[in-house]
């Protein structure tokens, strides 16, 4: 039973991994009607500055260095909308915006490599222990992951539902011209939702630190099996991004206990595949 | 048709270069550089029909050109079938790729197919790397055996490259065919206007899946070609990064012509190795140039020669 | 046109329902349109009609009711297999391929009516060359009918907007349609290109095409059309001849305006002959 309770609280710590990836593309793909294919890059980016510049080389305390990787990041969302997503998102066909975030990843990788070499390395301490409730042993980065999403999640729905720029941004996603028209800065608008996506993958990087090596691999699956949940709770949707992550994440944690774990990776593809072949509209949404 | 005499002269000069180049090659390096771009120039021709064309991402290159290296590599060395048949079954492979991905990922319009293609390619590479019963796991499958035409056994990098060049050139010529067809233009109206050419009763689906087996049996043509002539396979260079390089290719060159094409994959095979160089910082150099190509040219180098057909949205 | 009320039906809409999230855009529509007319359907700005339209080529769903053209029912179906049907249509925005040229674009349209696979195209058979031949006759015979020849090489983007909204017109003739969907073809047209459009239509419903029409133009719809149906915040308000249209008085409160009255006598067909 307590190693049952332990693997579902595995399973959804990992799930919310997943659900925040869902949530940092769905919130560009509702701004520019772009898909972000770089976003597995910028968790990369935000994991590496935060362990190799900030901690390692600077010597910051985690809170504060936890801040600057927030801060910087918010610019290089900005700047990278600026001068990628805006002008992308122009282009005549969405085939171009692929490409050019597929290529974006691409520099940010080899940035990252250039910048912080390409041998993998860890941060020791940061996150580690456990806590113990009752007989359940639970390990203290997986209570921080799923604390610190559920913060991010309750504040961006109250961010989108109460304030002002949140409500411009969702006039932005629901009809772009139509927002140009009522005032609405959509370049600026683009901006700050790259921005905030930025701050999140920063966030997400942060976060998978003590479960992951920092490595240049580290983020291509997570990136993979956040698009998933976002297919499997329905795209575009933030709610059902959250629903899909977790049930991914919890499948995955039981599914590693039937099946050789080296093949766990290939349970999100084969669940991505069953909901595009029964329900390609997802878990919460409905067809158009 | 005199427009057509022009393209015809022209590609007889292409042909012409390269069937007397490796007569000045010496260096085997350089050899195995054109074979290389021989085998790129065929998956990027596939790449262009549902990328260049129909418009739908395809991030799989990796996995649907290992699949189909695999697939010749195992049935030849484990079962000892000859190449040739070898190849064939290859392309099969391919189909079933196209159509097992694609109908579940084109059904549906949306970006879809660039997701599952990532998924299956990372499946892929995990499959390849973990069978080991079957696939030799991470040391790969080794002495695949040659191509040989009447006993004669293709070992010699000149003799291969002559061979290659002549399959190269059938599926040049098949993919000019299909790009200028109604097969072509229907692929790109789907790209342009999809409403449109439904309601000009065409399913769209169905040709979008088309396209795909199309793709998926050009790269693993071009997968079973590389197998046959490295003589071993091995998982790990088959990552998201190789599928990319065949994406760059095809927007450096120009998407959706046939000779757009071919300069990419020329190019982008090339290029790398005159800017040695830079070594460290050449991906990153080259991945920016593509950036603004497709931000400011999006329709490749061969937009620039071809001014006529400007596209403004 | 007494006569014409005998002849068959060629589409017909029963009880057409569309809801778009609470709201009501066609409300309970039923309409009958006759064998060899041009029937219109009118109403002011946002009445529902290219709703309408869109909905009897299947790119809308119906919330409820029924189409059937002919005897077939059509709705339900996709719209490539409506469109296999025989029914073609053009767009409001035009939705022509950027990247291809008229006659390019035109081919495109009888790709249904091509059965030749991949294999042909490969190899360069025999069959391949022979379709590709039969294609390019029918895209000539169509540009020569339309009057597009001099363009046929011309990409879209270069040329003024009329000629534009005549390929999208050749593109949908290339199905060799029984009917055909107008969706505003003279919006945006100046008055001579709107005169050409217009006889062009003509000429395409006299080779035996029936034409269900949308359009916002008086003097195009009361000089072309057998029937009008009129609709208004999704429901249909009136339905006759051109002239019981104009003389209705529901019709003209809620659209024409008695100023149109004055200005326009009779209308009809017959005016224009």
Known sequence: ?????????????????????????????NATGL????????????????????VLSLGLPPVIAVLCTIITMFLFGIVSAFVIFNPLSRLSTNLFAVIGTVILGRI?????RLIWGPLPFSLDGFLKGSYKIGSVVVSRSHVIIILVCTLITVSLQLFFKFTKTGKAMRCVSENKTAASLMGVNVSINIALTVGISAVICAIIGILVVPIFNVELQMSSMIGLKGFASGVIGGFGHLPGAILGGIL????EIFGSMIIPSVYKDCLSFILLIIFLLIKPSGLLRDRK | MKKQNKTLIIALICIGIAAILPLFISNNYHLNLMIQVLINIIIVLGLNFITGLTGQMNLGTAGIFSMGAYTSALVATKSGVNPWICLILAAVMGIIIGVGLGYPSLRVSGVYLALTTIGFSEIVRVLMTNLTDLTGGALGVNNIPVFSIFGHEFRENKEIYYLYLVIALLLIFNAYRIVNSKWGRSFLAIKDNPEAINASGVNIAKLRIMAFTLTAVYSTIAGSLYAHYVGFMNPSAYNIEFSINYVVMLVIGGIGSVAGNIAGAILVTIVPELLRFIENYYWLVFSIITLLFVIFLPNGMLSLFNKKKSMKK | MENNKESKTILELKNVTKRFAGLVAVKDLSLKMKERTIHSLIGPNGAGKST?????????PLTDGEIYHRDTKISGMKAYQIAQTRCSRTFQNLKLYRSMTVKENIMTGMMMDMHQGFLPFMFDFKKARQEDKAMNEKADLILKFIGLQELSNEYPANMPYGKQKLTELARSLMLEPSLLFLDEPAAGLNPSERVEFVDIIM???????DIFLIEHNMDVIMNISDD????????????????????????????LGDRYKKEHGKGGRKCLK
């Open chain 1, 1 to 29: 039973m307590q190693v049952l309770i332990q693997l579902l609280i595995t399973g959804i710590a990992m799930g919310f991994i997943y659900a925040l990836v869902a949530i940092e593309y769905t919130i560009i793909w």
């Open chain 3, 228 to 255: 009008i149906t009129v609709i208004n915040f999704g429901s249909k308000i009136a339905e006759g001849t051109p002239e019981q249209i104009q003389e209705d008085p529901l019709v003209i409160e809620a659209y």
């Open chain 1, 248 to 251: 991914l994440g919890v499948v």
């Open chain 3, 52 to 60: 309408v339209i869109n909905m009897i080529t299947g790119l809308l």
């Open chain 1, 108 to 112: 940010i990788t080899e940035a990252v």
């Open chain 1, 35 to 54: 898909l972000n294919f770089s976003h597995d890059k910028f968790i990369l980016f935000g994991a590496y500055m935060f362990a190799g510049t900030y």
């Open chain 3, 203 to 209: 000429k395409v419903f006299e080779s035996g095409i």
